[in-house]
């Protein structure tokens, strides 16, 4: 008989694709609804590991833990992902750097909001989910005459299914 599981357990790596996927398609046309006359750019890259190159503004994304838990019948799984996320972007003056990286944070935040259903397992019977996203503005750094603002990321996304 072959071996069926109860729950679509959620895999990390899907969802750091889905996360991506995402990303890709709604967070410039979120940043151009919210400020269209700035004409920012969208990431120009996005990757999972360290990077070897810099191209701005970036996104590095990558699973930090997983929690599980089912109930003693079995009827029953609870889940907590946590992702960690980087973003840097860089412009020309401390000030600049600052605002451009609050705007990407604040529509970066909208879009995963907006579509977090679809960073969950796709065969789940998901019932109710709570997402959580955390960021704290690193110091700039400087490079040339470019100044760099990084900000990290935790997004805890804790759902269920049955």
Same mark, same amino acid.
């Given at each position: 008989?072959?071996?069926?599981? &109860? !729950?679509?357990?959620? =895999?990390e790596s899907e969802v750091i694709d889905k996360l991506f996927v995402v990303v890709e398609r709604d !967070?410039?046309?979120? &940043?151009?609804?919210? $400020? =269209?006359?700035? /004409? $920012?750019?969208? !990431?120009? *890259?996005? =990757?999972?590991a360290?990077?070897? @190159?810099? /191209?701005?503004?970036? &996104?590095?994304?990558?699973? @930090?833990?997983?929690?599980s838990k089912e109930t003693e019948s079995g009827e029953w799984l609870? @889940? *907590? &992902?946590?992702?960690?996320?980087?973003?840097?972007?860089?412009?020309?003056?401390?000030?600049?750097?600052?605002?451009?990286?609050?705007?990407?944070?604040? *529509?970066f935040k909208a879009v995963v909001r907006k579509d977090v259903l679809e960073l969950l397992p796709s065969a789940s019977a998901s019932v109710g989910y709570e997402l959580e996203i955390d960021h704290r503005y690193l110091h700039h750094k400087t490079k040339g005459t470019d100044f760099i603002q990084e900000v990290e990321f935790e997004?805890?996304?804790? !759902?269920g299914e049955k």
């Open positions: 008989m072959p071996f069926v599981a &109860l !729950f679509a357990e959620v =895999a !967070f410039k046309p979120a &940043l151009d609804a919210a $400020y =269209a006359a700035a /004409n $920012y750019p969208k !990431f120009a *890259v996005m =990757a999972r360290n990077l070897d @190159q810099f /191209n701005y503004p970036l &996104l590095i994304a990558g699973p @930090q833990r997983v929690v609870d @889940q *907590v &992902l946590v992702v960690g996320v980087g973003i840097a972007v860089k412009d020309t003056s401390a000030t600049a750097v600052k605002i451009k990286a609050e705007r990407y944070v604040r *529509v997004i805890r996304i804790h !759902f």
